[in-house]
């Protein structure tokens, strides 16, 4: 006996549809958010509330929309071009220094910048096993 086999879509698509395609990664940078969420600086939570999830090409996204995201996840402190100052007006271009910041940690204890990475340190096992139970229908 002879079977042969013809697919209707291509083999990546069928195994991206397997394990949930869109769906799955949307569940993935959701899970992470909350996941990063201890490690956010967050003295008055602007940072942590102003929050996107989204699926761009084939990544699932978390994008921290406030102003001042990524000169709080780099660490550093930045300064206007011109002035010098912490705080830049509306326009102006800031450069980083080699001083590094510290996070406040009255409300979150773990806060760091590059809060992923110390996600992913503490947690990347929690992350696995919920990904895995969301593919699998649970």
Same mark, same amino acid.
């Given at each position: 006996?002879?079977?042969?086999?013809?697919?209707?879509?291509?083999?990546?698509?069928?195994?991206?549809?397997?394990?949930?395609?869109?769906?799955?990664?949307?569940?993935?940078?959701?899970?992470?958010?909350?996941?990063?969420?201890?490690?956010?600086?967050?003295?008055?939570?602007?940072l942590s509330q102003k929050v996107r999830t989204y699926v761009e090409d084939d990544s699932g996204i978390v994008h921290y929309i406030s102003p001042y995201a990524h000169y709080q996840h780099e660490g550093y #402190?930045?300064? %206007?071009?011109?002035?010098?100052?912490?705080? =830049?007006?509306?326009? +102006?271009?800031?450069?980083?220094?080699?001083? $590094?910041?510290?996070?406040?940690?009255?409300?979150?204890? #773990?806060?760091? %910048?590059?809060?992923?990475?110390?996600?992913? =340190?503490?947690?990347? +096992?929690?992350?696995?096993?919920?990904?895995? $139970?969301?593919?699998?229908?649970?």
């Open positions: 006996m002879k079977i042969d086999f013809r697919l209707n879509k291509p083999a990546e698509q069928i195994v991206k549809e397997a394990v949930g395609g869109r769906k799955t990664l949307l569940f993935m940078a959701k899970e992470a958010k909350r996941l990063m969420d201890p490690y956010v600086p967050a003295l008055n939570n602007v #402190l930045m300064v %206007s071009r011109i002035t010098g100052c912490p705080w =830049a007006k509306k326009g +102006e271009s800031k450069v980083m220094t080699g001083r $590094r910041l510290e996070h406040n940690k009255s409300k979150h204890i #773990l806060a760091t %910048s590059e809060w992923e990475k110390a996600m992913k =340190a503490a947690r990347m +096992e929690d992350f696995t096993r919920a990904v895995q $139970r969301y593919v699998k229908g649970r």
